[in-house]
C-alpha cells in the first residue's frame, strides 16, 4: 500500500476551503460588502488587512472568505444537478436501451459537441446574471460525460448473473436500476464528479469574470477577479489572492479526484480526459 | 554427453513487493542441449513463464534475477553488457508468445515486423529484409506470403498471427527458441498445425526448443524430456516415457490423473476426470515445508514441517518430494 | 480513407440540425429575448423603434415559419444582420474568425510542442524527479484558472518587466500572440502531459514491446519503432476533445487580452443583446469544433490500419 499523498493532500486543501466558507462569517474581519472607506482604498497588504483593500476599501481578506461561499455553493450544486442529471439518463438509457437511449445518446453527442462554458453563457445571456441562473446554466451543460460513463458501466453490467437474477426475482426496473445498478458503479462517478466540480468551479469563476455569474458587490472569486483586472497596474494584490484561492480549491478536488480514482476506480486511468 | 546448450543452475527470481523480497522462482536448474526440445509443464502461476523470461534477460521491476546462473554455450548470459545481451536475444534465443494478437504490433505491417530482426541482427536494409521476410512467412506456410507481408495482424486469423510469430523469432535461425503456452490462445484443430511446424521448422534448423505449457499431454508428445513446475520450483525431471509410466510426484500423478483420455469412457465406463483439489498458493504466501502439501493427499507431518531434497532418479532425472514413488 | 471522411461528414449533418435548433430555440422562442428587456444598462428602447424592428426580424410571424426562415438563410451563410452595426454578422465573423484561429492554433501548438514531449519524458522515466515534477505541474495546471493565469502574466511580463505587450492585437505580430496564447495552451498542456504519460506507460506495459525486446531492440528503438505511435493514437483524442474546452476558455482569455477573436465578439454581443451575432458565433464556434473532431478522426484513420481498413 503506497502512501496516498494526492488524497490527503487534495482533501486537506479542499477541506480547508469549505471550512473557510463555513466559518466566513466568524473568520471574517470586516463586511465583505458594505464597508466601504475610500479613505482605505487600494492599500496593500499590511496587518489590518492582510490581503490589502480594493478601489472602494473593502477588505480582500473577508471578501475572499466571503467568496469561498458563494463560488463552492455554486461549483458543488451544480456538480450535483450535472451528477443527477447524467446519472438518470445514463442508467436509464443503459438498461431500457431502445429509442429512449438513441435519445439520450443524440443529447449527449449534441452536448459533447457545443463546448459547455459557450452553452452556459448563452444560457447566461437569456436568464441574466445571478446565483440561481448560474446554477441552472453550470447544472444543465456539463451533465454528458457522467452520463456516458453511467451508460457505458450499466451496458457492461447488464448482463451479469445478479442483474439477470433480480429481473427474473421479478423486482422492478427502478429498483434494479437504483438499488442494483448504482451502488456497483457509484466509484467511477464519484471520481467524475469530484473533477467535475473543480470543473464547476472554474466555469462559474469565468462568468462571473465576463460579469454574466454573480454581480458585484457580493464577492464571488471571479467576480473579485472582474474588478481587479481595472487595477492590475496599480493594486496587483487585488488579483493575486481571489486566484490563489481559485487554485487551491480547484487543486485540491483535482487531487482528490485522482486520490479516489486510484481506490475506487484502479483500471481507468485517464479515462476523463 | 556434450556440453549442453542451455544451462540453468539454481535460478532464483526475486520478487519485490511493499519493500520485501520473496522468491517467485527457487531453486530451478535444467539444461538443453542443441536440438534437443524439454518441456516444462506446471499450473498458470507456477513461474514457467517468468523462468523463461529470466532466460531471454527479460524480466523487469518487480521482479529481477536473485541468484543462480544462466550459459548459453558455457558463457554467463547476465555477466554480459546489456548491448551484448541484446544481440543473443533474437539472434541466438527466440521467444513465441501465448496471445498471438496483443504480441505483434497492431499498427505496424507484419512484414516490417519480420523484416525488424533481419534489420537489427544482419545489418540488412529495408528492402531486402523486406523481401526475406517474405521468405520467412513462404517458411511457415502462409499462403501468397508476397501480399501477406502488407497486412496488419488485425487482418490475420489466430493461427496466422502465430505462424507470424513463428517467422519472427526463427528468422535469424535461433539456437533456442523458447515457447511460452504458444497453441493456449488458438483454435483446438490449428493447435496440431502450429506445434508441428514449430518441430518440423526447428528440426530443420537445429533449433533447440524449451516447450512451456499447462499441457502435460501436449508436451509429453513433443519433448524427449519433461519437467514439471509447481510454486517456483522444479518438482520432478524425468524423460517424457517415464514420466508418464512412472510419475513420482504426487503433483505429477495428479496432473496425469486429471488427463482426459481419448476412448476412456468406452473402455472403462464413465469416470469422473481427477482434478487437482486447491488452486496455487501465491508468491507471497508459499507454505512452509513441502510447498504442494496443502493440496496433497499424501501429505504428513514431515511435509508440513521439512521442505525436501531433490532426489536423483535414474538418467539425470530428479524428484523433489518425502514420498516419492 | 474516403469511406472514413464521408461517413464522418455524414454524421456531422444530424449535429448541426440539433445545434442549429437550439440555438433557435435558445433565442427566439424564449420568453425575455431582447425585445422584451432593455439594453443592459437598463436603458429602455423606444416602443416604436421595437415595433419596427419586430416587423423587420419578422418576429411575429408564426413560430415553424421563422424557424425555416432561419434554417433556409443559415444553410445558404446568411447569419442576419447585427443589431448593433446593422453589418451582416457574417462580415462582423469573418473579420474576427483569423484573429481567433491564430489564437487558437497557437495556444494548442505551445501545449502539444511542450505537454506531450514532457509527458513521454515523464513516462520513460517514472518515478523520477523528472516525473514527479512534470506531474505535479501538470495537476496544478488543470487547475488554474486561464484568466487569472492571463492576469499574471500580463502583470509579469507586460507590466513589471515589460518585455511583451499586455494586451490588445496590436498589428498581429506574434509579440502579441504570445501572452494570450500561453494562458490559453497552459491548461491543454497540462492535460496533454498527463494523458501522454498514462498513454506511454500504457504501451509499455503491452505485449508487442515484449516481443520487440525480446528480438533484441535497444529501449530507444522499442519507444520509436513500436511505442510512439500506439501511444499518439490515445494522445490524438485528447487533442480533438481539448479543442472543445479550448474554445470556451478562448472568450474569456480574447475578453481579458482585448483580442479581437470571435470570443469576444461574442461576449459583447450578449452584453449588447445583438441577437443575429451571438447566434451566428456560437454556431461558428461549434462549426470549428467539429471540424477539428473530423480531422482527428482522419489522423485516426492515418495512423491506425484497423480504422482504416474497419
Known amino acids: 500500500m503506497k502512501f496516498r499523498a494526492n488524497l490527503y493532500i487534495g482533501g486537506a486543501f479542499f477541506a480547508t476551503a469549505v471550512i473557510v466558507g463555513v466559518l466566513a462569517p466568524v473568520i471574517a474581519t470586516h463586511d465583505p460588502v458594505f464597508d466601504a472607506n475610500l479613505m482605505n482604498a487600494e492599500l496593500p497588504p499590511s496587518w489590518e488587512y492582510p490581503f490589502g483593500t480594493d478601489a472602494q476599501g473593502r477588505d480582500i481578506y473577508s471578501r475572499v472568505v466571503h467568496g469561498a461561499r458563494i463560488s463552492l455553493t455554486v461549483g458543488l450544486v451544480a456538480q450535483c444537478i450535472n451528477s443527477i442529471i447524467g446519472v438518470t ?28 462554458l459557450i452553452f452556459a453563457l448563452a444560457i447566461m445571456a437569456i436568464l441574466g446574471p445571478g446565483l440561481v441562473s448560474l446554477l441552472i446554466a453550470l447544472g444543465l451543460t456539463s ?117 479516489l480514482r486510484d481506490i475506487l476506480d484502479p483500471q481507468s486511468r485517464e479515462r476523463t480526459s | 554427453m556434450s556440453a549442453p546448450l542451455l544451462d540453468v543452475e539454481n535460478l532464483r527470481i526475486s520478487l519485490s513487493q511493499g519493500g520485501k523480497s520473496y522468491g517467485a522462482v527457487e531453486d530451478v536448474s535444467f539444461s538443453i542441449a542443441s536440438g534437443e526440445t524439454l ?79 533481419f534489420v537489427l541482427h544482419t545489418g540488412a536494409n529495408w528492402s531486402e529484409a523486406t523481401d526475406r521476410a517474405v521468405e520467412a512467412l513462404r517458411q511457415v506456410q502462409v499462403p501468397s506470403p508476397e501480399r501477406r507481408v502488407k497486412d496488419f495482424p488485425h487482418q490475420l486469423s489466430g493461427g496466422m498471427r502465430q505462424r507470424v510469430m513463428i517467422a519472427i523469432a526463427l528468422a535469424c535461425s535461433p539456437d533456442l527458441l523458447i515457447a ?6 488458438l483454435d483446438v484443430t490449428v493447435q496440431a498445425e502450429i506445434v508441428d511446424l514449430m518441430q518440423e521448422l526447428c528440426a530443420a534448423k537445429g533449433t533447440a526448443i524449451l516447450m512451456i505449457s499447462h499441457d502435460l499431454g501436449l508436451v509429453a508428445n513433443m519433448c524427449r524430456r519433461v519437467a514439471v513446475m509447481y510454486a517456483g520450483r522444479i518438482v520432478e525431471q524425468q524423460a517424457a516415457a517415464d514420466i508418464f509410466e512412472r510419475p513420482q510426484h504426487p503433483y505429477t500423478r495428479g496432473l496425469i490423473a486429471s488427463l482426459p483420455r481419448l476412448g476412456a469412457r468406452i473402455v472403462h465406463g464413465r469416470q469422473r ?34 521442505d525436501p531434497q531433490p532426489t536423483p532418479l535414474p538418467e539425470n532425472g530428479l524428484v523433489r518430494c518425502h514420498h516419492h514413488g | 480513407m474516403l469511406a472514413v471522411l464521408l461517413r464522418r461528414l455524414l454524421n456531422i449533418i444530424p449535429t448541426v440540425g440539433a445545434v442549429i435548433l437550439v440555438i433557435f430555440v435558445l433565442f427566439s422562442v424564449i420568453p425575455g429575448s431582447f425585445t422584451s428587456t432593455g439594453a443592459e444598462d437598463g436603458r429602455m428602447l423606444d416602443p416604436q423603434v421595437m415595433e419596427r424592428m419586430r416587423k423587420e426580424m419578422g418576429l411575429d410571424d408564426p413560430l415553424l415559419e421563422r424557424f425555416g426562415r432561419y434554417v433556409g438563410h443559415t444553410l445558404v451563410g446568411d447569419l442576419g444582420k447585427s443589431f448593433r452595426t446593422r453589418e451582416p454578422v457574417t462580415k462582423l465573423i469573418a473579420d474576427r474568425l483569423w484573429p481567433s484561429l491564430k489564437l487558437a492554433i497557437a495556444a494548442m501548438c505551445f501545449a502539444i510542442l511542450v505537454g506531450v514531449p514532457l509527458g513521454f519524458i515523464a513516462a520513460l522515466k517514472p518515478g523520477s524527479v523528472v516525473d514527479s515534477v512534470s506531474m505535479i505541474g501538470a495537476v496544478s495546471g488543470l487547475s488554474l484558472p486561464q484568466f487569472w493565469l492571463g492576469l499574471m502574466l500580463m502583470y509579469l511580463f507586460g507590466l513589471l518587466l515589460g518585455w511583451l505587450p499586455s494586451f490588445g492585437y496590436g498589428d498581429g505580430g506574434p509579440r502579441y500572440l504570445i501572452l494570450p496564447a500561453l494562458a490559453l495552451g497552459f491548461n491543454p498542456m497540462a492535460l496533454l502531459a498527463r494523458t501522454t504519460r498514462a498513454a506511454v506507460l500504457d504501451v509499455l506495459n503491452a505485449d508487442f514491446v515484449r516481443t520487440a525486446r525480446s528480438k533484441g531492440m535497444a529501449e530507444t528503438r522499442v519507444v520509436t519503432w513500436h511505442v510512439m505511435r500506439n501511444a499518439l493514437v490515445l494522445v490524438i483524442t485528447t487533442i480533438g476533445l481539448q479543442f472543445g474546452s479550448l ?27 445583438d441577437i443575429p451575432a451571438v447566434q451566428g458565433c456560437i454556431l461558428v464556434i461549434v462549426l470549428f469544433f467539429l471540424v477539428i473532431n473530423t480531422l482527428v478522426d482522419l489522423a485516426y484513420a492515418v495512423i491506425d490500419p484497423r480504422i482504416r481498413y474497419a
Open chain 2, 180 to 185: 511460452d503456452e504458444p497453441t493456449t490462445a
Open chain 1, 143 to 259: 451533465w454528458s460525460y457522467s452520463c456516458r460513463l453511467a451508460r457505458a458501466q450499466v451496458l457492461s453490467l447488464k448482463s451479469q448473473g445478479y442483474i439477470q437474477a433480480a429481473r427474473i426475482l421479478g423486482y422492478s426496473d427502478l429498483r434494479i436500476m437504483f438499488t442494483q445498478l448504482l451502488p456497483n458503479i457509484l466509484g467511477p462517478l464519484i471520481v467524475i464528479a469530484t473533477l467535475g466540480a473543480g470543473g464547476s468551479i472554474l466555469a462559474e469563476a469565468a462568468l462571473s469574470f465576463l460579469g454574466l455569474g454573480i454581480r458585484p458587490p457580493y464577492p464571488s472569486w471571479g467576480s473579485m477577479l472582474s474588478d481587479a483586472r481595472e487595477q492590475i497596474t496599480t493594486a496587483p494584490w487585488l488579483s493575486i489572492f481571489p486566484g490563489l484561492a481559485i487554485f487551491i480549491s480547484v487543486l485540491g478536488l483535482n487531487l482528490l479526484g485522482d486520490g
Open chain 1, 89 to 116: 439518463l445514463g442508467l436509464t438509457a443503459g438498461y431500457w436501451g431502445g429509442w429512449w437511449d438513441d435519445l439520450v445518446s443524440g443529447l449527449t453527442n449534441l452536448m459533447l459537441a457545443i463546448p459547455s
Open chain 2, 39 to 117: 518441456g516444462l509443464v506446471g499450473e498458470s502461476g507456477c513461474g514457467k513463464s517468468i523462468t523463461a523470461l529470466a532466460v531471454m534477460g527479460l524480466l523487469r521491476p518487480p521482479l529481477s534475477l536473485g541468484g543462480g546462473r544462466i550459459t548459453l554455450d558455457g558463457g554467463d548470459i547476465h555477466n554480459l553488457p546489456p548491448a551484448k545481451l541484446r544481440q543473443l536475444r533474437g539472434k541466438r534465443i527466440a521467444m513465441i508468445f501465448q496471445e498471438p494478437m496483443t504480441a505483434l504490433n497492431p499498427l505496424s505491417t507484419v512484414g516490417r515486423q519480420i523484416a525488424e530482426m
Open chain 2, 273 to 306: 476426470l481427477q482434478e487437482i483439489s486447491g488452486v496455487v498458493p501465491a508468491i507471497t504466501a508459499f507454505p512452509t515445508g513441502c510447498r504442494f502439501s496443502p493440496r496433497c493427499q499424501r501429505a504428513t507431518g514431515v511435509c508440513q514441517s521439512d
Open chain 3, 247 to 273: 474554445m470556451g476558455a478562448a472568450v474569456v482569455v480574447e475578453k481579458l487580452f482585448s483580442w479581437p477573436g470571435l470570443g469576444s465578439l461574442l461576449v459583447d454581443s450578449v452584453f449588447q443583446r
